[in-house]
């Protein structure tokens, strides 16, 4: 659900967003979750799809960033590759996708490609596959300027030496010589930065940007997020499954599971008052250094639904502690529970305490001091 006080003119506008692909092509099917679903269980199909992020409805507004958090597979790099029309093949997209109030999802594959890369720009999740192993990295950076804002051979040079410099990577001239197989992983990831950032986009689509680096390398690349955004007011949505990240970098927070959001609030709001037990057990997870230290890591039991088997009510309510009746047969939608602050939960209590519905296992694990 939208909060317009946080973003009164969006840059991007997201509605009711829904992607869904032919239920034979799902990639991720766990045997775990198949295995343990439920009689009456529902398949998420359209026309025989099965939708893998479900209605989603988002803001951005320019010089933001929003992080979205969620386990694996609740759809968080699909929903960003919908944004950019680059989901895979046989997936159908629903719902609307405004940049500065123009449909993306109408546009025609070579306006698309005019907004991807010039206005809307995205580092992907893997760096190794997002750099061309047989070209240097100069003339990959020098491409996106001279595709995109047409700028000549040497302008675009000095630009790429003066982007590499930007994030941090010295003695530039050298590096724009090297292969991608020559630098460090953190160069590369810089190196994607660059790519990303140099036709000066509005929006930035950073998916798990930090996951693969060292915290030395995590904490600079985060720096330079954060400094990036102040100095060109670039809006970044930055997903991560690290609420540690999400903590020190963004401003506002949406948390996914099972293809839609579940939570979305100021980033504070979200730590000191998490509405979902969902984002609470997330929290639960992130180890903290002020305290004693935990027995053990704390995880979420169960394992999230498979796209093709989901709960017929609340899809976390197999694994809530805090769920009731409702929650197994009616999925709630998101409601405002605060200013700027809306949770999908139908438990209404202030968290901590399960609820009586819970059930025993639950409320044991509970006891025993381990995340719902
Ligand atoms: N090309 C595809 N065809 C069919 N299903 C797909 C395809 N790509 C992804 N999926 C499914 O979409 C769901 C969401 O995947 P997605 O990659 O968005 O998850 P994620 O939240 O980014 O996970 P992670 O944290 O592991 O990156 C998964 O169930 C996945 O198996
Ligand atoms: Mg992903």
């Known amino acids: ?23 034979g092509a799902h990639a991720g099917a766990l045997p775990a979750a198949r295995a343990t679903a439920r009689p009456g269980a529902r398949p998420a199909r359209a026309e025989a799809h099965l939708e893998v992020v479900r209605g989603v409805d ?21 929903l960003l590759l919908a944004i950019l029309g680059l989901c895979g093949a046989g997936a ?25 890369g010039a206005r809307i720009a995205m580092v992907f999740q893997d760096p190794a596959t997002a750099l061309n192993p047989y070209l240097t990295i ?13 700028v000549g051979a040497r302008a675009a040079e000095r630009r790429a030496g003066a982007m590499l410099e930007a994030v941090h990577i ?36 950073a998916d798990e940007p930090t996951t693969s680096l060292d915290v030395t390398v995590q904490s600079q690349i985060l720096a330079l997020l954060r400094e990036l955004r102040e100095r060109t007011r670039v809006a970044i949505v930055l997903v991560t499954h690290d609420m540690g990240v999400i903590a020190e970098l963004a401003d506002r ?16 709001a979200l730590f000191a008052g998490p509405r979902h037990p969902y984002s609470e057990a997330l929290q639960r997870c992130v180890p903290r250094l002020d305290g004693p230290p935990p027995q053990r890591l704390a995880s979420i039991p169960g394992q999230p639904p498979d796209p093709a088997a989901l709960p017929p009510g609340c899809a976390f309510a197999p694994r809530c502690a805090y769920r009731l009746e409702v929650c197994e047969r009616s999925a709630p939608t998101l409601v405002q529970a605060a200013p700027r602050h809306w949770k999908a939960c139908h438990y209404d209590e202030p968290l901590g305490r399960p609820g009586p519905a819970a059930s025993t296992a639950a409320a044991a694990t509970l006891a025993a001091g381990e995340v719902p």
């Open 58 to 78: 988002l803001d951005l507004a320019a010089g933001e960033i929003l992080g979205i958090a969620g386990e694996s597979g609740s759809g968080k790099t699909q």
């Open 253 to 268: 927070v949406a948390v996914m599971y099972a293809g839609t959001l579940i939570e979305q609030a100021p980033v504070e």
């Open 1 to 23: 659900m939208p909060d317009p006080s946080a973003a009164p003119e969006p840059l991007l506008q997201i509605r009711a967003l829904t992607v869904s692909y032919p239920a």
């Open 170 to 205: 010295a003695d530039a001239a050298r590096h724009l010589r090297q292969y991608p197989h020559e630098l460090s992983g953190g160069m590369r990831q810089r190196v994607t930065l660059a790519m990303a950032l140099i036709a000066e986009p509005q929006v930035l689509l």
């Open 138 to 150: 100069g003339r990959q950076l020098t491409e996106v300027l001279r595709v995109h804002r047409g």
């Open 92 to 116: 159908r997209l629903r719902g609307s996708v405004r940049y500065r109030g123009e449909e993306l999802l109408a546009l025609p594959a070579a306006q698309l490609n005019r907004t991807r």
